[in-house]
């Protein structure tokens, strides 16, 4: 099995944009949690089934959700490993931005250590 894990442009839009909402990240990590009907989802929020049934397909889009028929229900489960993918991807921008730091500091550093010390009474 190869495992996919850089994401194209239009993946990463679809994630974040998915991301945005408030209803779809508790959707997620309820679907995390264990694999729910749309039915129930829709239970706990204060919209329509079909607002759920919307949310649902944005994240189904951006791939973080699977959706899955069993008699008349559509059951929803979180994809883990999209989840991982975004992830690393998250972790890729934070060791980028930990880089920076370090080189800032670094330079800082050589600067403190580079100006002239003053005794008293000079």
Do not use: C, N
Request: glycine share 2%; hydrophobic share 45%; no cysteine.
């Amino acid at each position: 099995m190869v495992v996919q894990t850089e994401l194209e442009d239009d993946e990463i839009d679809r994630i974040f944009h998915a991301l945005a909402a408030a209803t779809r990240r508790d959707i997620l990590r309820r679907t995390i949690e264990r694999e729910q009907s749309v039915s129930t989802l829709a239970r706990d929020y204060d919209m329509s089934f079909a607002a759920v049934q919307k949310h649902v397909a944005v994240l189904e889009a951006a791939g973080l959700v699977v959706k899955r028929a069993e008699g008349r229900e559509r059951l929803v489960r979180a994809d883990p490993s999209m989840i991982a993918r975004a992830r690393a991807l998250l972790d890729r921008f934070e060791a980028m931005w930990r880089s920076r730091v370090d080189r800032l500091d670094a330079l800082l550093a050589e600067e403190t250590e580079e100006e002239p010390t003053t005794t008293e009474g000079e």
